[in-house]
């Protein structure tokens, strides 16, 4: 018998998600003490993964009793393991926490030469297998989990370099001779076709970071390399995608976050239907299909020219407002929930930031939450103006009329609803030259 439950501090739900290879294996409900327990005889040695609104990977054998715990106020850094099965997954956990405290010193290192740049990561990697080597003379280890903690420190390690490449791309000042002969040694090994890691994120988003950089050496004339969700480059990746991976279900989803990306942000109704179109070709998960077209049929109408979605809002004093009603000057939409505190701190400060140097615009801060009374209270205490703040009526057919799918979304329109960009950010580095451009229409 194998079991995995665990608790689950501060919890946005009552249940529990278990997957295997992204498919749901079961719904676990919490218990007044929101703990959760699943057990089975059939449990096969692998990767699995459990979602609680975020997510994360773990490690299970036969004869495995693993428990976790975990704070959602911060899910990845408070998620710890006891019981049969522990070390592993403390293991894997230690190393995807070092991976991400390393995102935000990357970008300082992309800027030495390839040879200073090699010998950095070369180091970090070194901290990683020392790590792992600690972790074996202790812990012993299965051949099949090694694999996997190997797979975590090399695929990491490799990501790091093609994101130096796209990084770098533009650098005129590196020449072919900079490069280490063997600094791209791996990408003869590549496996295009793990079925164990075609769920697992380091492997997953090796292969697309690596495919992004193919799709740019094919495409490197076109100008388009610096938006990654161009049309052009989306094209292209998808073509190299189904020339390369082997593994249908790996191929499937790597095909599905491709053209998923492109349409969330594409502003070209006739570039959409091509791209349904070559990716209904390769792709032959039929749910992926029924997802896509109903995407494409979204973002068509959130493109330029069209009218904003009327979608139904609440105002602070409670009273109903249809989006339509509260638009009677150039506009921007954005959208905040309060479980966030920083980023709608953020947010607000960015849009009052706009808003002094563009005034002929007006900035709408709409809420995703369900909660009206805790939404109020919020604003009140917050300070902001309340003729400028309205909580979706409908959050689920807003999200999916408006496509509200990332915590930057917004959205401009002109004084008559008509939507000038579907799919704006107020951090986006372009955002101002847009507003500009906009006014001179």
């Not at 051949?143 to 533009?170: G, P, R, W």
Request: charged share 25%; with cysteine; aromatic share 12%.
């Amino acid at each position: 018998m194998t079991w995995i439950g665990g608790q689950i501090v501060n919890p946005k739900s009552d249940y529990v998600v278990l997957l295997k290879d992204n498919e749901v294996m079961d719904t676990i409900k919490l218990d007044s003490q929101n703990f959760f327990h699943y057990q089975s005889e059939c449990i096969k040695p692998g990767l699995y993964s459990f979602r609680h609104h975020e997510y994360q990977i773990f490690y299970l054998e036969p004869g495995d009793s693993l428990m976790l715990r975990v704070n959602t106020v911060d899910f990845d850094e408070s998620l710890t393991y006891s019981g049969t099965g522990a070390a592993r997954n403390n293991l894997l956990m230690d190393l995807f926490l070092m991976n991400e405290s390393e995102n935000t010193l990357m970008p300082s290192l992309y800027r030495l030469k390839p040879v200073e740049f090699e010998a950095k990561i070369d180091s970090l990697r070194a901290v990683r297998m020392e790590l792992y080597n600690d972790y074996v003379e202790n812990q012993g280890l299965c051949s099949d989990f090694k694999k996997v903690a190997l797979a975590n420190i090399d695929y990491d390690y490799y990501s790091k370099k093609e994101l130096y490449t796209s990084a770098n791309v533009t650098n005129q000042n590196l020449k072919p001779e900079d490069f280490p002969e063997d600094f791209y040694d791996y990408r003869k090994e590549i496996d295009f076709g793990n079925k164990e890691l075609r769920a697992y994120y380091p492997y997953y988003r090796f292969l697309n970071r690596y495919f992004d950089n193919l799709a740019h050496n094919k495409n490197d004339n076109s100008g388009n390399y610096l938006n990654r969700n161009s049309f052009n480059h989306s094209y292209e990746k998808i073509k190299i995608i189904d020339s390369l991976v082997e593994c249908e279900i790996l191929k499937n989803s790597l095909l599905y976050t491709c053209a998923r990306r492109y349409l969330i942000n594409a502003k070209d109704v006739e570039n959409e239907k091509q791209m349904v179109a070559i990716f209904n070709k390769t792709n032959t998960n039929p749910e992926h299909h029924e997802h896509i077209e109903k995407l494409a049929a979204t973002t068509m109408q959130l493109t330029p020219g069209n009218v904003l979605p009327n979608v139904m809002l609440v105002n602070y004093d409670n009273v109903m407002k249809d989006v339509h009603s509260i638009i009677n000057k150039p506009t921007v939409l954005y959208f905040w929930s309060a479980e966030s505190v920083k980023h709608f701190r953020n947010l607000h400060s960015r849009a009052a930031e706009l808003k002094s140097k563009y005034p002929e615009y007006d900035f709408k801060g709409i809420n995703t939450d369900t909660h009206f009374k805790k939404w109020k209270e919020v604003v009140y205490k917050s300070g902001y103006n309340t003729r400028h703040e309205y909580q979706l009526d409908n959050v689920k057919d807003a999200e999916q009329k408006l496509l509200i799918n990332s915590m930057n979304k917004a959205i401009i329109v002109d004084k008559n609803g008509v939507i000038l960009d579907g799919h704006s950010n107020l951090f986006s580095p372009t955002i101002e030259e847009n507003l500009l451009g906009y006014l001179n229409l």
